[in-house]
């Protein structure tokens, strides 16, 4: 029987059965890892589950896939290039930790420098980037920006007009500091923000206003050309891949933001995250379990989607940033070598943020006909200083919605039924700070990389994106035909 076989053969007990079968159930399928509180109970995993994907886990040489990664292989195939992002927080490679070092090292004068006033007054950073450009630091900023905001952050990504403009109606453009974040320096979209940026600041007759950017970027040369002075621009490797880019120069916003020591804890909370995936036997590794999860539903079930739920309104962005994480990682067809990879990839990756979700697409969860694997991530320690009641409100509603999805409810009106034996996990954090967080993202991003590895797809390639950008450029330039539809469309807008 192949691995894949023996792992489709597995029988699907229900939730409730399998509790029952076993009172160790929850020790077992819990884990305590850098603050957090894995609990994959409520999921259909079993024993033999592990076991199973442990085993195509050997087949497929994960272990010396995730070696080769943190050693700094080329293990990105299609692009020839090494994966270092876990060399930004320290565990990697020697020479590319090294490098990260000093760049972060750059990073922090710069940082300095701008809060002693080398840049003037600043009071607002207007950051402009897309994708992980954007995702990861305004996760960051939202997340942990509340309390002592040092300066008013905004960040822009849409080539919408209405983004930018929004973003600096209060901003007084004589107190910003303009952050361009590209890892090419040539995404479309934040080259157009940046010249209008630029424009708004020289309209508003600010002295000097290229000596108010900063670029933060995988390509320097054509930040130079940009008009970036070489002294204001923060590199990072090219080994850095966008959606893992916030551990970079590209987490300016945090480390601006939130101060450098916040910015170094959380590198180092994913660094304790790193290092338990790396070190950590697989029935005990929590991105590994997670990943075997996922597989189990997309494979095993037929999930088509998943659908992680912040408990907590500072993590309102993370199902946003999971969507690119998750999606375009691997949300791919062929697998390392080129071949099909023959099965489903990556789940479709939606959420929201509860309790707000429970009143608006939690009776599709409940009753409807798809199987939608559920992940709550929740805080113990509040965000909010209102009576307490708001955050047991909050926390148990969490719980409840689990427990209701597994139990179920039957009653002779089928309207009113529940079928219950529907999936959850969840994450439980003991407080929201920047360590916590370093290590959530980090658990993600190597949940990823399982999924990834046990598929046989390169999870850091993203192909897929280029020729909706090929056709949008064509479509600028004019002169190419399309077919009737979107000729039409483009004659009705006025665009030709
Ligand atoms: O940082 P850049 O080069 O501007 O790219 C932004 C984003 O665009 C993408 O390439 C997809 O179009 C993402 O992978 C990336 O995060």
Redesign the pocket.
């Known amino acids: 029987m192949s691995d894949w076989s023996a792992i489709e053969a597995l029988p699907s007990p229900k939730l409730v059965e399998l509790f029952d079968a076993d009172s160790e159930r929850l020790s077992k399928l819990s884990l305590d890892v850098a603050g957090i509180h894995f609990d994959w109970s409520k999921t259909h995993l079993t024993g033999e589950a592990i076991e199973a994907f442990a085993a195509l886990a050997k087949a497929q040489d994960l272990a010396g896939k995730r070696d080769a990664m943190f050693g700094g292989a080329h293990v990105n195939v299609t692009e020839d290039r090494p994966v270092e992002h876990t060399a930004e927080r320290g565990e990697g490679n020697a020479d590319s930790v090294a490098r990260a070092r000093k760049l972060h090292e750059r990073m922090r004068s710069l940082i300095d420098a701008i809060e002693g006033g080398a840049l003037g007054d600043i009071r607002h950073v207007l950051h402009i ?7 990861g630091p305004h996760l960051l900023v939202d997340a942990l920006g509340r309390e002592d905001a040092r300066y008013d952050v905004a960040i822009v990504s849409n080539v919408d007009g209405v983004a930018l403009e929004d973003a600096i109606k209060d901003f007084d453009p004589a107190a910003t500091l303009l952050v361009l ?7 479309k979209e ?1 080259m157009l923000n940046a010249e209008s940026a630029l424009q708004w600041m020289k309209e508003h007759n600010v002295e000097d206003p290229y000596g108010k950017v900063i670029a933060l ?2 390509a320097p040369d054509k930040a130079m050309e940009w008009g970036v002075d070489e002294t204001r621009i923060l590199p990072f490797g090219e080994g850095v ?3 893992y ?1 916030l551990w970079s120069s ?1 987490g300016l916003p945090a480390a601006i933001g939130l101060g450098w020591g916040a910015f170094e804890e959380l590198l180092e909370g994913a660094a304790e995250m790193d290092r338990h995936f790396r070190l950590t036997a697989l029935h005990e590794n929590a991105p590994a379990l997670a990943a075997f999860a996922d597989l189990y539903y997309t494979q095993v079930r037929h999930a088509e989607t998943r659908a992680p739920f912040a408990y907590d309104e500072r993590l309102r962005l993370l199902p946003s940033y999971l969507q ?1 994480l998750e999606m ?1 990682s691997n949300g791919k067809g062929v697998k390392v070598d080129g071949t099909p990879v023959g099965r489903p990839t990556a789940a479709i990756t939606w959420g929201g943020v509860g309790t707000d979700a429970q009143h608006a697409v939690f009776q599709l969860l409940h009753q409807g006909t798809h199987l939608v694997p559920v992940e709550f991530i929740a805080v113990i320690e509040p965000g909010d200083t209102l009576a307490e009641d708001h955050h047991r409100q909050l926390l148990l509603n969490a719980f409840a919605q689990g427990a209701a999805l597994m139990k179920g409810k039957q009653v002779e009106d089928p309207a009113r039924s529940y079928s219950g034996d529907r999936p959850s996990s969840t994450l439980l954090l003991d407080v929201l700070d920047p360590r916590t967080l370093g290590a959530l993202i980090a658990f993600y991003e190597h949940r990823v990389f399982v999924n990834g590895v046990l598929l046989g797809i390169n999870s850091f390639d ?1 192909f897929g ?2 020729l909706g ?1 090929e056709m949008a450029k064509a479509a600028d330039q004019g002169g190419q035909s399309f077919d009737p539809s979107t000729e039409d469309l483009i004659r009705r807008a006025g665009l030709e």
């Not at 974040?181 to 995404?187: E, G, P």
């Open positions: 980037g897309i994708g992980g450009s954007a995702l974040a590209s890892k090419t320096f040539t995404t934040t970027t995988a891949g966008g959606r880019s590209i690119q375009e993203q994106v280029e950008k």
